[in-house]
């Protein structure tokens, strides 16, 4: 079996992060936490952050940082985490978030092995989420490009295969406005540690794996070679 990876994947909206996460999550047979996925748990599973968060969700508030991290801290406690490991996709968005993080992952014992940033340049990324569809049902991808076998049928699990709502070019141009307000500081803040590895997202959702791959493998063997001239 593979061995685990414990990673950070982040990238503007249309790098392709979602589909890689999930690709990256099977190969290395980690858990992919995404930071929506793992709030809506933990309202559900009723724990003390994840309640905490759904009253200020309620009211329309921001999360403040110390329940985000908190409600991140609650998952990578679970055992398949510790165990083999995670890839974190929507968290940290600031650089306070990726030093709490740090912190966190110290304490835990549980460094990471590399942070990653799908790099796309901006109009790519918006002809990219123009052209996304997404299964109602599982939220896997397609593209106009990319379609279902079966007219727009998910090929996982039979749903329908819609345009989001939120895939207009007026909204997309906002987001990745967004982006380059609150995320470009985090890039910064691991490039400043040297934590920081760029990859190219332009091409196939193959190639762009297999960039991931030797990126992350490399990181891997060169800290195990670290750890034992260290030992």
């Known amino acids: 079996m593979v061995q685990g990876a414990r990673l950070v994947i982040l990238g503007r909206q249309g790098a392709g992060k979602g589909t890689q996460c999930m690709r990256l999550a099977r190969h290395y047979v980690v858990p992919h936490i995404s930071t929506g996925d793992i709030f809506r748990a933990s309202v ?12 200020y969700m309620r009211a329309g508030r921001l999360v403040p940082d110390e329940i985000v991290v908190g409600v991140v801290r609650e998952r990578l406690c679970l055992r398949d985490a510790q165990l083999r490991g995670f890839i974190l996709d929507g968290f940290p968005r600031t650089a306070a978030q990726a ?5 966190m992952l110290e304490e835990e014992r ?13 109009e790519q990324a918006l002809r990219r989420l123009a052209a996304r569809r997404v299964c109602s049902t599982c939220a896997s991808i397609y593209s106009t490009d990319r379609r279902p076998s079966i007219d727009w049928t998910c090929d996982n699990c039979g749903g329908e295969v819609v345009q989001r709502q939120d895939d207009t070019e007026e ?4 987001r990745l406005a967004d982006y380059n307000e609150l995320t470009k500081p985090l890039i910064a803040w691991y490039e400043a540690r040297g934590q920081l590895t760029t990859i190219d997202a332009v091409g196939t959702p193959e190639a762009v794996l297999d960039r991931l ?7 891997k063997r060169v800290d195990s070679d670290s750890t034992r001239g260290a030992s």
């Open 44 to 55: 559900k599973a009723g724990s003390e952050f994840g309640l905490k968060a759904d009253e």
């Open 171 to 174: 909204a997309i141009r906002k």
């Open 110 to 122: 549980m460094p990471l092995d590399l942070t990653i940033d799908l790099e796309i340049e901006e």
């Open 99 to 103: 030093g709490a993080l740090d912190q």
């Open 213 to 219: 791959v030797s990126a992350i493998d490399e990181a």
